[in-house]
């Protein structure tokens, strides 16, 4: 037996079965490589270079942080939020890389000095000595979730960045010939004849026959059509509709009360002054001198004299005094009364306690409706997402929308409806959903595919399941069911055509070689002359239809405009230029304002431009695993 074995062991056949089960075994071994083999795990290349997963959630960190804090309570971490983030995020590091590449093949380069300064010059990291501090600046890059290194790059790139920015805005110079230009335009005034002509005026028309009235209604569908109509079911989930079954107990007020005290309490505030020293017997003369009654002005010179420092630091709370045995004594001690020297890193504090603000608490009672409703909308919120997965795997299993709106208390209703949002006899059609969230819903129903099957899409208005059954299109409406609205139409019509032609009539007589002011005389209409019309006025004596065009005529032209209310005639009488050289602070200010203006574009068109130039791939598969919570 052992020899047949042998002997099948030293054929080909075997041998080949060998490498087969060792292959399976390194592949079942190595198998997470081997699948993510060809896979591209970075979240963007730019010119091939990798942005990695851990950057870009740093990236996407720091910057939600950045908003929590700006934010504080308005800030509401909903996932169309986070993938705005997320792609924020992600655009920002692409620029940084496209700068860093140009930057780089320019040859700019930044030195460890520059670097330094810049960290030195950056109010953030002073402490109470007005000098940078290392404990505040150890302090600033835990809490971003930054290293020193990092950091340090970060700021190096940023340097660098400005210098290729101020090389770009370099170039935007306002020429003296184009500011005076410019201003010239921006102050320039002008008079004009104007006559108006408003639909109100115009005359009665004849009483239309029947036949007029059927060709205009025939003529003109669009106005006498019905609207497109659609006939669908729509389910609705939102966190408002499942608020109203969640229940908060008084004890989950009570534990939320505890775990957000800090919310419904300000801290006691105290006024100091404050004198800081590195020696501490000139700190206990200070000290000595200040208890005695020695004002703040003399203790100034003194600390002065001593080679460091006096500061009003105004109000502030414990948390503002960057050491715990500083925030110790300042708080131990009575008001007018001066704490003995206190050591730190920074040397040797002295402090006066100039006035104290009480702190406070608002009491569980007083914010009990708050906390209730704060918890109710987070639970909500919380139950919307695990409830939408449900309502999503239900109706992929065959269930109607009306039987997955019974079972998981959507909001629901059949509708035939307008766009929107009226029936047919023009009243408004209910629908299950708040009023501003009605034309969300409604966009998503005109945007639904008839017979597509009903899915969960997160819209606007919540969670959105549409159904639609029927499309009625538009059709024009019978006559004799809008005859009313075609007489009335009509005779309107009549009436714009009738103050058109005067105008038009006017406007000719103008071009003939007549003046405006005596067309409209002979013609029976009011004429005005109105002087010092600005380029941008607001709500002046001349419609803002004709506003434009009359800035662009010439002495003596005439211009015609149809406005709110009718129409508009305008023959311009003067120009009036300013001289340019009678307000120097104006054209100096507007070629400020027109630089800023033009570097600004041109650094944007310039950073454009690098980035469209570079190969900037973005594996969108991981963006979207980023932005979820």
């Given amino acids: 037996m052992l020899t047949a074995l042998r002997r099948l062991a030293s054929t080909w056949v075997a041998k080949l079965l060998f490498v087969l089960l060792i292959g399976s075994f390194a592949v079942w071994g190595i198998g997470d490589t081997i699948r993510s083999f060809g896979q591209d795990n970075a979240v963007a290349r730019v010119n091939g270079a990798p942005i990695e997963i851990e950057e870009a959630q740093a990236a996407i960190r720091r910057e939600m942080q950045r908003l929590s804090r700006q934010l504080g309570g308005q800030f509401d971490n909903d996932p169309r939020i986070r993938r705005a983030v997320a792609q924020q995020a992600i655009e920002q590091l692409i620029l940084d890389r496209v700068l860093r590449a140009e930057a780089s093949d ?35 890059l835990r809490s971003n979730d930054l290293t020193e290194a990092g950091f340090l790059a970060l700021v190096r790139a940023d340097l660098a960045r400005q210098q290729l920015a101020l090389a770009i805005r370099s170039g935007a110079a306002i020429p003296d010939a184009l500011g005076n230009t410019l201003l010239q335009r921006q102050q320039e005034q002008r008079s004009a004849s104007l006559v108006t002509l408003p639909l109100a005026a115009a005359p009665e028309p004849p009483a239309p026959e029947e036949a007029q009235l059927r060709r205009f209604h025939e003529n003109n569908p669009d106005r006498f059509s019905s609207p497109e109509y659609r006939e669908a079911s729509v389910g609705v989930l939102t966190a408002e509709r499942i608020s109203r079954e ?11 009360y505890d775990s957000r005290r800090n919310q419904f309490e300000t801290p006691e505030r105290r006024k100091l002054q404050q004198v800081l020293v590195q020696d501490e017997e000139k700190a206990k003369a200070i000290a000595a001198a200040w208890s005695g009654g020695a004002d703040f002005a003399t203790i100034t010179r003194e ?19 960057p050491f715990p045995q500083l925030a110790e004594a300042a708080f131990a001690a009575a008001p007018g009364t001066v704490t003995a020297p206190v050591r730190t890193d920074f040397g ?44 999503e795997d239900a109706l992929a299993g065959g269930a109607t929308l009306a039987e997955v709106a019974q079972r998981f208390n959507l909001g629901f209703a059949t509708i035939r409806t307008d766009a929107n949002g009226l029936d047919a006899e023009g009243k408004p059609v209910e629908l299950p959903v708040i009023e501003t969230a009605r034309a969300p819903l409604l966009r998503t129903v005109f945007t639904t595919e008839k017979g597509a099957a009903p899915r969960l899409a997160e819209t606007e208005a919540g969670f959105v399941a549409v159904d639609v059954k029927e499309v009625t299109p538009p059709a024009l409406r019978p006559f004799e069911s809008v005859q009313p609205q075609v007489r009335e139409a009509f005779i309107a019509e009549a009436k714009r055509r009738e103050m058109e032609e005067r105008a038009a009539g006017l406007l000719a007589a103008v071009k003939g070689g007549r003046s405006l002011a005596d067309a409209a005389r002979e013609a029976g209409f009011g004429v005005r002359e109105v002087g010092a019309i600005a380029r941008d006025q607001r709500d002046g004596p001349v419609p803002a239809e004709i506003l434009a065009p009359l800035f662009e005529l010439k002495a003596n032209e005439p211009t015609m405009a149809r406005t709110r209310d009718g129409f508009a005639v305008a023959q311009l009488l003067e120009v009036t230029r300013p001289d340019p050289a009678a307000d120097p602070a104006a054209l100096a200010r507007l070629k400020t304002e027109t630089s800023q203006a033009m570097a600004g574009d041109l650094e944007t068109e310039y950073v454009a431009a690098l980035r469209n130039r570079a190969d900037v ?6 963006l979207d695993s980023l932005a979820q919570p």
Wanted: no cysteine; aromatic share 6%.
């Fill in 348 to 391: 040797w504090h002295v402090l006066k306690v100039e006035g104290i603000e009480p702190g406070a608490t608002r009491p569980l009672a007083e914010v009990r409706d708050q906390l209730r409703t704060d918890l109710t909308a987070e639970k909500a919120a919380d139950l919307a997402f695990e409830r939408a997965n449900q309502v």
């Fill in 106 to 140: 320019l040859g700019i380069a930044v030195p460890d000095q520059a670097v330094r300064d810049f960290i030195f010059s950056i109010q953030g990291f002073r402490g109470m000595s007005g000098q940078f501090e290392r404990p505040v600046f150890e302090n600033f």
């Fill in 617 to 622: 791939r973005i594996n969108a598969r991981l």
């Fill in 303 to 321: 600390a002065d004299a001593a080679g460091g420092q006096a500061v009003d630091l105004g109000a502030i709370d414990r948390a503002g005094l």
């Fill in 246 to 256: 969640i229940e908060v107990s008084d004890a989950d007020l009570a534990a939320a």
